[in-house]
C-alpha cells in the first residue's frame, strides 16, 4: 500500500493535527462547511497549519460557499488546495481556476450519483475527485456510510484522473476497498474517531497496522 495516499479528514485541533501527522500521512481536511459538527475557525485552522511540516499538505473544506469566501480563506491562511463538498457545478470550478491558476480543486461527488459523463466535465478545472456516500440527510462526508465500491472501482478504472475514495472507510475495511477499487487515495474520516470531531490514537495505529499488511 506503499503508493496509496493517505488523508485525514475532519481535523479540529492542534492536538490531534500532530497525533495524526505522527503517522505517514499525506494530508489532513480543515473543515469550513457551515452545518458540519467538525467545522473549525480561521484561527484554529492558522494554528493548526502553522505545526504541520512541508510533507502533509493542509486542504480546506467548502460546501456551497461563495466564491469570494472561498479565495478570502485560501489567501488569508495561504492553502493552495481545496475541497468542494457541495453541488458546485462546472462553472464555479471554472471561476475559482480563473482566479487563481495555481489552486488545486478536489471536487467530491456522490458515488452512487457519479458517471465518467459527469467527471469528465469537471476533469478540465479539477485535479482530483473524491467519491463519497451521502447519508439519510443528504449529509455528504463524516457519516460512516460506505460508498458504492463497485461504481467506484469503474469510475477509477475509466477516468484518466486520480480518484480518492471516501466514506465509512475503517481500519477493518481499508485493505478490502484498496484492493477493490485501486483509488490514487483515500480519505479517512469518523473511521479513526473516538467520537465527532475527535481522532483516536489507538484507530490511526490499527488503520496503519491493517495498511502494512
Not at 456516500?133 to 460512516?144: A, F
Request: charged content about 30%; overall charge positive; proline content about 4%.
Amino acid at each position: 500500500m506503499k503508493n496509496i495516499r493517505i488523508k485525514i479528514c475532519g481535523i479540529t485541533s492542534v492536538y490531534d493535527a500532530r497525533m495524526v501527522c505522527s503517522f505517514p500521512i499525506h494530508a489532513i481536511g480543515l473543515n469550513f462547511v457551515k452545518r458540519s459538527k467538525r467545522r473549525i475557525s480561521h484561527r484554529t485552522a492558522k494554528e493548526i497549519i502553522d505545526k504541520l511540516t512541508p510533507l502533509i499538505e493542509p486542504v480546506l473544506i467548502f460546501e456551497n460557499e461563495k466564491i469570494s469566501e472561498v479565495i478570502y480563506t485560501c489567501e488569508l491562511l495561504r492553502i493552495r488546495t481545496i475541497q468542494l463538498h457541495g453541488l458546485e457545478p462546472v462553472s464555479y470550478c471554472n471561476d475559482l481556476k480563473r482566479y487563481n491558476k495555481s489552486l488545486k480543486i478536489i471536487k467530491t461527488l456522490p458515488t452512487k450519483e457519479t458517471s465518467i459523463s459527469l467527471l469528465n466535465a469537471y476533469k478540465r478545472y479539477c485535479d482530483c475527485f473524491l467519491l463519497d456516500s451521502y447519508d439519510r440527510n443528504n449529509q455528504m462526508g463524516g457519516t460512516g456510510k460506505p460508498s458504492d465500491w463497485n461504481i467506484a472501482q469503474e469510475m477509477v478504472s475509466k477516468l484518466r484522473a486520480p480518484v480518492m475514495l471516501a466514506g465509512g472507510l475503517t481500519p477493518d475495511n481499508i485493505n478490502s476497498a484498496i484492493k477493490r477499487v485501486k483509488p490514487f487515495g483515500v480519505d479517512i474520516n469518523s473511521g479513526v474517531e473516538s467520537r465527532v470531531g475527535k481522532k483516536d490514537r489507538s484507530m490511526m495505529e490499527k488503520l496503519f497496522e491493517e495498511l502494512e499488511t
